[in-house]
């Protein structure tokens, strides 16, 4: 049976934690990652780790490896309605004062993003990386479409065979 687990975070040599945030700043944020983290557990059926960045304003699920656990997941941040609300250009003409004001205010909604290492894609990095989305239903499908099920599958295979051989 596949288990998920919360990473405390992790070491970098140099005295302090990458990842540290235990849980998600707010309580929806964290049960957002947390029914990612059960999704990833059901269709993948392979053990899953949740981790947040250490303003726990972001983070998400993953699948577990013997490597950092970065291949495939989906992440969650928290952002504000306003700055997302502008556009690009709208941001580039503010002035800084206006801009810093807009940082500051509180963070309100919750964006998702697919992660998937370009080696188990069937899409570009680029793609990959522009893959924001509104809600986690839509992650999760852009996530499945853009795999490439056979490389997906011998990943699988190989975090499997780690388990029973480590």
């Not at 040599?13 to 700043?25: I, M, Q």
């Amino acid at each position: 049976m596949s288990t998920i687990t919360r990473s405390a975070g992790m070491s970098t040599g140099l005295g302090y934690l990458v990842g540290s945030g235990y849980e998600g700043k707010t309580k929806e944020l964290d049960n957002a990652v947390a029914r990612i983290a059960k999704l990833l557990q059901r269709i993948f059926k392979h053990d899953v780790e949740i981790r947040f960045n250490s303003d726990r304003e972001s983070g998400g699920a993953f699948i577990k490896d013997d490597n950092f656990s970065w291949h495939i997941g989906i992440g969650a941040s928290l952002f504000n309605s306003t700055f997302l609300s502008k556009t690009n250009q709208k941001l580039k003409k503010m002035p800084d004062d206006e801009f810093f004001k807009l940082m500051k205010l509180p963070k309100d909604v919750i964006r998702f993003h697919a992660v998937l290492d370009e080696s188990l894609a069937d899409c570009s990095r680029e793609k990959i990386l522009q893959s924001h989305f509104e809600t986690m239903k839509d992650a999760f499908r852009f996530l499945l479409e853009n795999m490439n099920k056979a490389a997906v599958k011998e990943y699988l295979e190989k975090i499997q065979e780690g388990l029973k051989n480590g």
